[in-house]
């Protein structure tokens, strides 16, 4: 139980393209997903935090309209990247809480975006 | 807000070794305390988790973690490791009523056959 995917795995696209990633929770609805954005060896940076039929909440520094956001169910959160620059490449990795187990994050296997 | 140290940035250990991977917090409240495992190419899975009672906690694959309040410590621990545990190995911490996770900066761990 407790499965989170996303999709898709991977992506190559141009610079100034926008990308679309979902994040799904398979067998048990959600309350709360999470973004969160891995560099090379390093540890996980939560970007931000969305809630199903609400604005999303993002840490310092995280641009709100390049990053944007929508929760339109208890299951389907989306990370669209704006006009994406070679910086934003990156490992992009969706979690999300059951309710009523909303201490525990299950984490999808992550997005691999690479821009040219 | 809160903090999450891993000292240990590579571990390489022999098949059989014992292990034990440090981590330490700073935050003054009540946390959840967590241990998540990333085998190469795959993604974050949930090792072991804290939130309260008994302070050693048993995950699964044989790993342990203990809390010890006193020096915001939850080190993971297990007694004999196997070469299929080479894996990066991440603490992290909530405060308690709220979700967000902190990081640490994860230790990646190598066993050699």
């Known amino acids: 139980g407790a499965v989170v995917s996303q999709h898709p795995s991977w992506v190559i696209c141009k610079s100034g393209t926008s990308v679309k990633i979902e994040c799904r929770s398979l067998d048990f609805q959600a309350t709360t997903m999470f973004w969160y954005r891995q560099f090379p060896k390093q540890s996980l940076m939560l970007m931000a935090t969305s809630n199903e039929g609400s604005k999303a909440t993002y840490e310092q520094g995280v641009e709100k309209d390049k990053f944007l956001i929508n929760h339109a169910s208890l299951t389907l959160s989306t990370l669209t990247v704006t006009s994406a620059h070679p910086e934003d490449s990156s490992f992009y990795i969706c979690?999300?809480?059951?309710?009523?187990?909303?201490?525990?994050?299950?984490f999808g296997p992550g997005t691999r975006l690479l821009v040219l | 807000a809160q903090s999450v140290s891993q000292h240990n940035h590579h571990v390489i250990l022999s098949e059989a070794a014992s292990l034990e991977l440090g981590c330490n917090y700073s935050?003054?409240?009540?946390?959840?305390l967590f241990w998540y495992v990333q085998y190469p190419g795959q993604h974050l899975q949930l090792l072991l988790k804290?939130?309260?009672?008994?302070?050693l906690v048993k995950g699964i694959k044989g790993f342990e973690a203990e809390f010890i309040k006193s020096k915001f410590s939850f080190n993971l621990r297990k007694p004999s490791v196997q070469w299929s545990d080479t894996a990066e190995y991440f603490c992290a911490v909530n405060v308690f009523g709220n979700e967000k996770l902190t990081f640490g900066t994860g230790t990646r761990l190598t066993i050699i056959p």
């Open positions: 979690s999300a809480t059951p309710q009523g187990a909303q201490e525990t994050q299950y």
């Open positions: 804290y939130f309260s009672g008994d302070p």
């Open positions: 935050y003054g409240g009540t946390v959840n």
